[in-house]
């Protein structure tokens, strides 16, 4: 991941100011400053470092997200799907697994170039989600607000 995905994320802009994709973390964010706002990219992984990945976009309010959703504001969130989304099935990860026709045509060995690839592809869609919140079929966007206790 770290010679694949790194430096697609830099030559838009991004980087990190921790040491990307370590085996103890499962959560990386990639942050670019432009104009007045920090856009952020956060690819997500699951416990159990399987071969997928999913990524989320947000705009990072100047005093922080947990100082920002403490104070009552609400976040706009956009997760971006490695295929066209269709109601009601949600976002699908980037997968470096076979998938199940893979399977089927006896194709086991996983791919990690493929989950990148697609990523790549799909930039621009997150390009112009952080331009404008515009969505697309690869975008699923919506709002993060914390919940008062009556």
Do not use: C
Not at 32 to 42: K, L
Not at 109 to 118: G, H, L, S, Y
């Amino acid at each position: 991941m770290n010679e694949e995905l790194v430096p697609v994320l830099n030559s838009a802009g991004f980087s990190s100011s921790d040491t990307p994709f370590r085996w103890d973390e499962v959560r990386y964010e990639f942050r670019r400053r432009r104009s007045e706002q920090t856009e952020v990219v956060a690819v997500l992984f699951d416990r159990k470092r399987e071969a997928f990945f999913s990524v989320q976009l947000y705009i990072e309010p100047g005093e922080g997200v947990p100082a920002f959703l403490a104070a009552g504001g609400t976040l706009h969130v956009a997760a971006l799907s490695a295929i066209r989304t269709w109601w009601p099935m949600g976002i699908v990860p980037f997968r470096a697994a076979p998938t199940f026709f893979d399977r089927l045509r006896r194709h086991r060995v996983p791919d990690v170039e493929r989950p990148i690839q697609q990523f790549a592809t799909l930039l621009p869609h997150a390009e112009s989600w952080f331009k404008g919140r515009t969505g697309s079929r690869f975008i699923v966007d919506g709002r993060l607000a914390v919940r008062r206790p009556a």
